[in-house]
């Protein structure tokens, strides 16, 4: 009898060890001992098509227009074949359930084709894990995804972020980081089942955030806040980390163009995107119609884009503009590009170098920053656009034309119907009219650009 049981209780362990899920690789220290992340799903080939409106969804994260911003930018200057546009629908404070009750009002009207979702933050309430905080998420982001899906879009489900400290704001806050943190990786991990359940993709924003601080502050500073300052909201160097999350998720393999050199016949030609203006013996000028991810910044800084790019493979896998140069025949070269120049071996520039990750300050630079600033306007106009014209002004928020300060608003506020009711139609196709040259400006502002790259043998 006890050999029976003996066999039954191995069996079953058997079949539990089969059944659980594989886990993350975990740094080893004793920070992460009580944290089991579960894998989270390769990307299954580019999910993104031509002409898709993407809707960027979250809380007050996604508010601060950093991540969403890079996502955009990127987009529009590193995949323009794609023709992505996006909207982007942060609301600070937001939970799951919140965006569900809205989302119809907001996002749905605007028929995005794909949408990605960073909650969780405060849905786990900055506390210790709790079942009904679990049920709750679970329930409303699986209807969320459940609602876009309806509507005819694809979607990136992200996991929510980690945090660095507890936040002073929240007074109901309680637990430590850690509790937080073994929280916020359990809403992560139920994100990695919905997904896997509705069969959309997942981003992980959790565990590349969480581990990137941890060796951000082992390499850099013990006081590097890759969850921002206040220990919630990121700075650049975590945005960049969450940015990062989605765009793989989409698919996106990160090939910006490549330019292949010989340098003994002096002639060149270029990908895609890219093309050549003139060729000569050490130097050959390009036009692109494409450009590289253009960051700088101190690197030792959680306020720097260009920080995080030491600490995730962001160039290596989404920002490769890449210099090919062979037939060499001296052992090293001076590559001049823009006012920078790097010294590669011949053997380095055969192999190809990645010219985005190695020149900072690059001919881009002040073409990508005119792309980025429209960007933000654009997203600007559009937390007014959902937040206090969609939500304050049509739902009632004001009484009278006395009660608003905003001269759009309290032009908007007098446009009524027959039966003297805010007329919501109209006031929608004002805004998107409003919205309409921003729009217009970012693809302004991507413009070509003529660049020049000079190899001098050393």
């Not at 989302?103 to 405060?122: E, K, Q, V």
């Not at 309290?410 to 004002?430: H, N, P, S, T, Y």
Request: hydrophobic share 40%.
């Amino acid at each position: 009898m006890r050999h029976k049981l003996s066999l039954i209780v191995l069996a079953l362990t058997f079949a539990t060890v089969i059944a659980a899920p594989p886990l993350e690789t975990k740094p080893n220290d004793p920070c992460f001992a009580k944290f089991d992340p579960v894998k989270a799903p390769a990307p299954a080939g580019l999910l993104l098509k031509p002409g898709d409106r993407l809707a960027i969804c979250g809380d007050s994260i996604t508010e601060q227009k950093m991540y969403s911003r890079i996502m955009e930018t990127y987009l529009t200057v590193c995949v323009p074949e794609l023709h992505v546009t996006v909207r982007q629908y942060g609301w600070s404070g937001e939970r799951a359930p919140g965006f569900l009750a809205r989302m119809t009002n907001d996002c749905l009207r605007f028929s995005p084709t794909i949408a990605t979702t960073c909650y969780g933050m405060n849905d786990h309430e900055y506390r210790p894990y709790e079942e009904r905080i679990g049920k709750t998420y679970c329930e409303k982001t699986t209807a969320i995804v459940q609602s876009f899906k309806q509507a005819g879009a694809r979607v990136v489900l992200g996991s929510p972020g980690c945090v660095g400290k507890m936040p002073h704001w929240v007074k109901t806050a309680s637990g430590t980081v850690e509790d937080l943190n073994l929280s916020l990786c359990k809403l992560r991990n139920m994100d990695i089942e919905i997904a896997a359940k509705e069969r959309v993709a997942f981003a992980d924003v959790f565990w590349p955030m969480f581990t990137a601080g941890f060796e951000a502050r082992q390499k850099y500073a013990p006081n590097y806040a890759i969850a921002g300052k206040d220990g919630v909201h990121p700075g650049w160097a975590g945005q960049l980390v969450m940015a990062y999350a989605y765009l793989k998720a989409m698919g996106l393999d990160g090939s910006i163009g490549t330019f292949t050199v010989d340098l003994a016949k002096g002639k060149a030609s270029a990908t895609a995107g890219h093309k050549v203006v003139s060729s000569k013996a050490g130097e050959i000028t390009i036009e692109s119609r494409r450009y590289p991810f253009c960051a700088t910044g101190d690197e030792k800084s959680d306020g720097s884009v260009r920080s995080a790019m030491t600490l995730i493979p962001f160039n290596q896998n989404l920002n490769r503009l890449t210099l090919v140069a062979k037939n060499a025949r001296a052992k090293s070269y001076k590559v001049t590009w823009g006012a920078g120049t790097r010294t590669y071996s011949a053997e380095q520039l055969a192999r190809g170098v990645n010219l985005a990750a190695d020149f900072a300050e690059n001919p881009f630079s002040d073409a990508f920053k005119k792309v980025e600033d429209a960007v933000l306007a654009k997203q600007s106009y559009e937390t007014k656009q959902v937040k206090q014209i969609f939500n304050d002004l049509m739902k009632g928020k004001f009484k009278t034309a006395a009660d608003i300060k905003d001269p759009e608003i309290k032009e908007l506020f007098a446009m009524r119907d027959a039966a003297g009711k805010l007329d919501r139609e109209a006031i929608v196709k004002a805004t998107e009219a409003k919205r309409a040259p921003l729009a217009a400006a970012i693809k302004a502002a991507f413009a070509p650009v003529t660049h020049t790259i000079k190899i001098a043998a050393e």
